[in-house]
T-cell receptor
Framework: DAGITQSPRHKVTETGTPVTLRCHQT?????MYWYRQDPGHGLRLIHY???????DKGEVSDGYSVSRSKTEDFLLTLESATSSQTSVYFC???????????????FGPGTRLTVL | AQSVTQLGSHVSVSEGALVLLRCNYS??????LFWYVQYPNQGLQLLLK??????LVKGINGFEAEFKKSETSFHLTKPSAHMSDAAEYFC????????????FGRGTSLIVHP
């Protein structure tokens, strides 16, 4: 199994508080992603990173920010949590190999976040 | 741009019956296609992938999928369902020589009855 951990695994917080989720990998993969999973919506990309300090927005980035200061860590911050951000958050990693860009992803175990 | 459509949010089969989960894609260039499986309270794991080497792809746990360009489909099948196959299944696409960011379908929940 790919070495990907997420912390915390569960969190309950209140509306308006900042929250930071951490993704840590031991695979030295260049690419890292944050998704949220909600019933009926599948997986939606929040932000992704293609290298240290190189990040870009996904389709549902409003209200979220990310940082990547080291290859192994990718942080997701909810600047002021809202009830609509109650979800399960998954981190994923991938390594593009040479010219082969099919980009198989490996996923972490997820973080269940509840915003009251 | 690429997109993926999974037909049926829930599929119910009896143990021992054929499993067929449908995935259709849309892309302007040759695609790479994936099926991922998610067991309860876990992350996604790769089941199989199509990367243009062969149109019939075999994956783990007896699953296979066939790439049909004329039908823009990549349906997932298994001849005989097991109770342990009950899970959420996701189809995904990336583009050869294009965007490496995968696009996921909304998922199909496979229910297996004894």
């Amino acid at each position: 199994d790919a070495g990907i951990t997420q912390s915390p695994r569960h969190k309950v917080t209140e509306t308006g508080t900042p929250v930071t989720l951490r993704c840590h990998q031991t695979e030295n993969h260049r690419y890292m992603y944050w998704y949220r999973q909600d019933p009926g919506h599948g997986l939606r990309l929040i932000h992704y990173s293609y290298g240290v300090k190189d990040t870009d927005k996904g389709e549902v980035s409003d209200g979220y920010s990310v940082s990547r200061s080291k290859t192994e860590d990718f942080l997701l911050t909810l600047e002021s949590a809202t009830s609509s951000q109650t979800s399960v958050y998954f981190c994923a990693i991938s390594a593009l190999e040479g010219q082969t860009s099919y980009n198989e992803q490996f996923f972490g175990p997820g973080t269940r976040l509840t915003v009251l | 741009a690429q997109s993926v459509t999974q037909l049926g949010s829930h599929v119910s089969v009896s143990e021992g019956a054929l499993v067929l989960l449908r995935c259709n894609y849309s892309s302007s260039v040759p695609p790479y296609l994936f099926w991922y499986v998610q067991y309860p309270n876990q992350g996604l794991q790769l089941l199989l992938k199509y990367t243009s080497a062969a149109t019939l792809v075999k994956g783990i746990n007896g699953f296979e999928a066939e790439f049909k360009k004329s039908e823009t489909s990549f349906h997932l099948t298994k001849p005989s369902a097991h109770m342990s196959d009950a899970a959420e299944y996701f189809c995904a696409v990336t583009l050869s020589g294009g965007s490496y960011i995968p696009t996921f379908g909304r998922g199909t929940s496979l229910i297996v009855h004894p």
